[in-house]
């Protein structure tokens, strides 16, 4: 939130301009959200998941993190969006949209999930965080590079390790089963 | 309500519990992929919110926050992967037809 906006209110509400982009994005995610889950055609949950990370991207700017922001854009976004689509594209039957999507026991699902989200909600609202402080900070970005590329520099290296090893596992994993040449 | 700890923790919550409840309930071997990236991204929620709002981790919430994004994009390679091989045998995204343990 810029410095500028921070005092003002929105004319007709009575909000800040922070609380509407708030209950905005957060509307906008958790509603893209249920679609992905809910939505019987799998293309659409794909493309819906687009919208539910872009509203997040918002939102960690909204928490003073663009540097997390842009990566959630270029990685979820770019990336795992794409491949995401492509591989439902992959696997898709040529019947179109199953009849069942959810099993047999989704009820008891909705019930671990519904129960879940009260105990969280009853935890968090019942904790007097004592570290916390009532206006959140700004990352700054070249704080955040000197850190990475210091103290954070073995997790780093294993990230990239890491990466290097999902390709190879990925590429190996989805190949076909080539004939070896001799024939028999 | 966008300068407290709390209403970013409850949205990361609600978050977790709409990917939760499509991971259990989701037939579809890549919706429940979908929903673990839904997972996945509550949890980065809520590591920055602690971030913005613990001064003494700040900085530290981003790096974390960097790392979880790229274990998720590997962890999205393999699981997509996996999925591929395995409609490419038994020709169904369905997790509850791989039932060849069973037969």
Not at chain 1, 118 to 133: E, F, Q, R, S
Not at chain 1, 145 to 155: G, H, I, K, M
Not at chain 2, 71 to 80: C, D, K, P, Q, S
Request: net charge negative; with cysteine; glycine share 6%.
């Amino acid at each position: 939130m810029s410095n500028a906006l921070a005092g003002a209110t929105v004319p007709a509400l009575g909000w800040s301009w922070g609380d509407l982009l708030f209950l905005v994005l957060s509307g906008t995610m958790l509603a893209a959200a249920l679609t992905v889950v809910v939505n019987r055609d799998i293309i659409r949950s794909g493309l819906a998941m687009i919208v539910a990370f872009a509203a997040l991207a918002g939102i960690y700017v909204l928490l003073g993190a663009p540097l997390v922001a842009a990566a959630q854009v270029l990685i979820y976004i770019g990336a795992i969006s794409v491949l995401v689509l492509f591989a439902i594209m992959l696997t898709q039957t040529k019947v179109g949209p199953i009849r069942l999507v959810f099993h047999h026991q989704a009820w008891a699902g909705a019930a671990a999930a519904v129960v879940l989200a009260a105990i969280l909600i009853g935890v968090i609202t019942g904790t007097d965080w004592p570290d916390a402080v009532a206006h959140q900070a700004h990352t700054a970005t070249d704080a955040l590079a000197r850190l990475l590329f210091s103290d954070y520099v073995l997790p780093l290296e294993v990230v990239s390790v890491l990466l290097l090893a999902a390709v190879v596992g990925g590429v190996f994993l989805a190949k076909r089963d080539e004939p070896q040449g001799e024939e028999r | 309500m966008s300068h407290s700890l709390d209403a970013y923790l409850i949205l990361s919550a609600l978050l977790f519990c709409v990917g939760m409840f499509g991971f259990l309930a989701r037939r579809n071997a890549i919706a429940m992929l979908m929903s673990i990236e839904l997972m996945l991204n509550a949890v980065n929620l809520t590591i920055v919110a602690f971030g913005a709002f613990v001064p003494a981790l700040t900085v530290h919430a981003s790096a974390i926050a960097l790392m979880v994004i790229s274990v998720a994009a590997g962890e999205a390679t393999v699981g997509l992967a996996i999925v591929i091989a395995i409609f490419r045998n038994r020709r169904t995204p369905l997790v509850d037809e791989y039932d060849r343990m069973r037969e």
